[in-house]
């Protein structure tokens, strides 16, 4: 399994970004795909999860400025992002959870810089 993010990238607070994450290898509409990120100096944390169902929850406060998405065609999901803030920079991975093996496979990551 593959996992190419793209879409990062340097942006003014209040700013949008959109990731993307395309997925190879595997059977992607029955997997759950998620983003993650890391700040500096901290721990990951997950952004948002879309399951294979088209269900979703968001990390903290989140919902509400990030959307996640899927498009099982193009294998691809992405994370719109709104209303950016300062805070919000790091590094953001895309996540696979594979429901027949349980292994969870990760991304590269794409940097984000939100600059006040």
């Known amino acids: 399994v593959q996992l190419v993010e793209s879409g990062g990238g340097l942006v003014q607070a209040g700013g949008s970004l959109r990731l993307s994450c395309a997925a190879s290898g595997t059977i992607f509409s029955r997997n759950h795909l998620a983003w993650y990120r890391q700040a500096p100096g901290k721990q990951r944390e997950l952004v948002a999860r879309i399951i294979n169902t088209g269900l979703t929850n968001y990390g903290g406060s989140l919902k509400g400025r990030f959307t996640i998405s899927r498009d099982n065609a193009k294998n691809t999901v992405y994370l719109q992002m709104n209303s950016l803030k300062p805070e919000d920079t790091g590094v953001y991975y895309c996540?696979?959870?594979?429901?027949?093996?349980?292994?969870?496979?990760w991304g590269q990551g794409t940097q984000v810089t939100v600059s006040s």
């Open positions: 996540n696979l959870h594979d429901i027949l093996d349980t292994r969870e496979y």
